[in-house]
């Protein structure tokens, strides 16, 4: 079964930080396969990153997605205040054919 | 602008069937995409439920296999999840999605329709 392991659960940051997110994939991952996605509160999930590291439209280059074989990286080079949000790597396998990581909550310090 | 719109019941008996309809608009979902089903349980991350394309042919999670059914009308622009034998750890915001076959990535959602089940 694969699965994926986001950390840290919570990263406490100040507008303007630096965030970088990890998703770890318990087996290698075809890094086509490998998307990120942000929820604001109260709203649906958005598509952020596809492809380990291709921007979805209209997402700002403040998002950065990269990594390959296991261990994949969001990074969020300058925190503004819609950023504060929880933020899931999700991953297109075998057994689920779709995976979603638990999540990592970025919250203002 | 693609838009996709769920709609049902936000209240469902124990042991009875959950039916959702997802409603889309800006596109046909008899263009060359997947139709998914996401859920998130009040507090908690997300879990697939499974998806289709326009020919039919599905995708199930296997850890709900044996309660779900998912089906498309094309002459209508939506397609619908059924789950059975609903329990309360099935209470949750139901998601539809507009899924990129080559790697299953979920490009569009609607906005999402909480379930609760309860007597």
């Known amino acids: 079964e694969s699965v994926l392991t986001q950390s840290p659960g919570t990263l406490s940051l100040s507008p303007g930080e630096r965030a970088t997110l990890s998703c770890r994939a318990s087996?290698?991952?075809?890094?086509?396969?490998l998307a990120w996605y942000q929820q604001r509160p109260g709203q649906a999930p958005r598509l952020l990153i596809y492809?380990?590291?291709t921007r979805a439209t209209g997402i700002p280059d403040r998002f950065t997605g990269s990594g390959s074989g296991t261990d994949f990286t969001l990074t969020i080079s300058r925190l503004e205040p819609e950023d504060f949000a929880v933020y899931y790597c999700?991953?297109?396998?075998?057994?689920?054919?779709?995976?979603f990581g638990g999540g990592t909550k970025v919250e203002i310090k | 602008q693609v838009q996709l719109h769920e709609s049902g019941p936000g209240v469902v008996k124990p042991s009875e069937t959950l039916s959702l309809t997802c409603s889309v608009s800006?596109?046909?979902?008899?263009?060359?995409?997947?139709w998914g089903w996401i859920r998130q349980p009040p507090g908690k991350g997300l879990e697939w439920i499974g998806d289709?394309?326009?020919?039919?042919?599905?995708n199930y999670n296997p850890s709900l296999r044996s309660r779900i059914t998912i089906s498309i009308d094309t002459s209508k622009n939506q397609f619908s999840l059924k789950l059975s034998s609903v329990t309360a750890a099935d209470t949750a915001v139901y998601y539809c999605?507009?899924?990129?076959?080559?790697?299953?990535?979920?490009?569009?959602w609607g906005q999402g329709t909480l379930v609760t089940v309860s007597s």
């Open positions: 289709i394309y326009h020919s039919g042919s599905t």
């Open positions: 999700q991953m297109y396998g075998s057994s689920p054919p779709v995976t």
């Open positions: 492809g380990a590291s």
């Open positions: 087996h290698s991952v075809r890094s086509t396969y």
């Open positions: 800006g596109d046909s979902t008899d263009s060359g995409f997947y």
């Open positions: 999605a507009k899924v990129v076959p080559s790697a299953k990535y979920f490009q569009y």
